[in-house]
């Protein structure tokens, strides 16, 4: 990310923490319970309309309640997010899953690391 000044990077922050609420169709008030109500709603308004800039401890909490992005990334200190689109759908269906569902998850990516690492075991 190219070198921005003060303000532009509180709104560069606010916007990456903007559409990472809306992407999971959080509300600020969803969000902020998230945080187990250590980030009121205003300061999250805040911090998305880059009124105020998050410090790092706020950036872990924020990336925690969020769930799959990490705090480098709300900061602008990292350019990409560092899950793909597939990534973000599973993790949701996960997410979206009861026990039984995540657990069948879990089992099926095991059993094709296991396949894939013998694949590779073979070629080598």
């Not at 559409?19 to 205003?42: F, M, N, P, Y």
């Not at 089992?107 to 894939?116: K, L, M, P």
């Amino acid at each position: 990310m190219p070198m921005l000044e003060k303000e532009e990077l509180s709104a560069a922050i606010g916007l990456r923490l903007r559409v990472e609420r809306h992407r999971l169709g959080l509300s600020l008030s969803q969000l902020s319970v998230l945080t187990l109500d250590k980030i009121a709603k205003s300061r999250i308004s805040n911090y998305e309309q880059g009124i105020r800039r998050m410090g790092l401890e706020e950036a872990v909490i924020l990336a925690h309640a969020l769930g799959d992005v990490s705090p480098a990334y709300l900061l602008c200190l990292v350019d990409r997010d560092p899950l793909t689109v597939a990534e973000h759908n599973l993790l949701a269906r996960f997410r979206a899953s009861d026990k039984s569902g995540q657990a069948m998850i879990v089992a099926t990516a095991e059993a094709e690391a296991e396949r894939s690492d013998g694949r590779q075991a073979q070629a080598a």
